[in-house]
């Protein structure tokens, strides 16, 4: 059984950073993304990082967010720079059994598995 789970949200001023990690256990998957939603807002994609370690980002994260894993596939890092209060939301792990190149208009029921979810929120 697949598990997920987030850690490293909080609360930051605006141009702070923070480190969110997602802790994998069950299997390897070889798609992992990081979605976040805002209250009213649909969840959307921040990053991706696929198969082969190639990466893609929301527009407005690019500059600012890092997707990387450690050398086991095991742990998920979004590293996030500049933080903004537009930042603020639900940041979510998820990972799906794709070997292909992922896009960020993938849509949520494409991803099997998912984490509960880490808050961030940057005051301005």
């Known amino acids: 059984q697949v598990q997920l789970v987030e850690s490293g949200g909080g609360s930051v001023q605006a141009g702070g950073s923070l480190r969110l990690s997602c802790a994998v256990s069950?299997?390897?998957?070889?798609?992992m993304t990081w979605f976040r939603q805002a209250p009213g807002k649909e969840r959307e994609i921040v990053a991706v990082?696929?198969?082969?370690?190639?990466?893609t980002y929301a527009d407005s994260v690019k500059g600012r967010f890092t997707i990387s894993k450690d050398s086991t596939g095991n742990i998920l890092y979004l590293q996030m720079n500049s933080l903004k209060p537009d930042d603020t939301a639900m940041y979510y792990c998820?990972?799906?059994?794709?070997?292909?190149?992922?896009?960020?208009?993938?849509?949520?029921?494409?991803?099997?598995?998912w984490g509960p979810g880490t808050q961030v929120t940057v005051s301005s």
């Open positions: 998820a990972a799906r059994h794709f070997w292909g190149r992922s896009s960020v208009t993938a849509l949520t029921t494409a991803y099997p598995f």
């Open positions: 069950g299997g390897t998957i070889p798609c």
């Open positions: 990082i696929d198969y082969d370690g190639a990466t």
